[in-house]
């Protein structure tokens, strides 16, 4: 028996020279499942030698710490690639763990994918 793919956890699309990544889980809870999207998340800038992130949470209802964690991460690597990531469309709920541990000040985040692309 042929084991199941691992099923992609970002959805990952190039506009212009900024790369938009959409998480396709709608809960980000599972420590399996944020080391995946951490993996993933990482190799676009380790591998892939991207520059410009922007990370769309459209579709995410529950965040854990954990994720943030790689989040925090990410931006460390971007940035000392001299690179930028950006984060939009946070549900609320979501946002107000971002005020509470002060990622609001660290992450640059919009409300609109639009105003986040001419953000970089």
Known sequence: ??????????????IGDVTVVNFTDRKILDEQNIQLIGEQLFSLVDE????????NFGNVEYLSSAALGKLITLNKKLQAAGGRLIL?????????????????????????????????
């Open 88 to 120: 939009c469309n946070i549900d609320p709920q979501i946002y107000e763990v971002f005020e509470i541990t002060k990622l609001n000040k660290l992450f640059n985040i919009h409300k609109e994918e639009q105003a986040a692309l001419q953000a970089f």
């Open 48 to 55: 892939a030698g991207r520059k410009k992130v922007l990370l």
């Open 1 to 14: 028996m042929t084991s199941q793919p691992r099923r992609r956890r970002l959805e990952v699309e190039d």
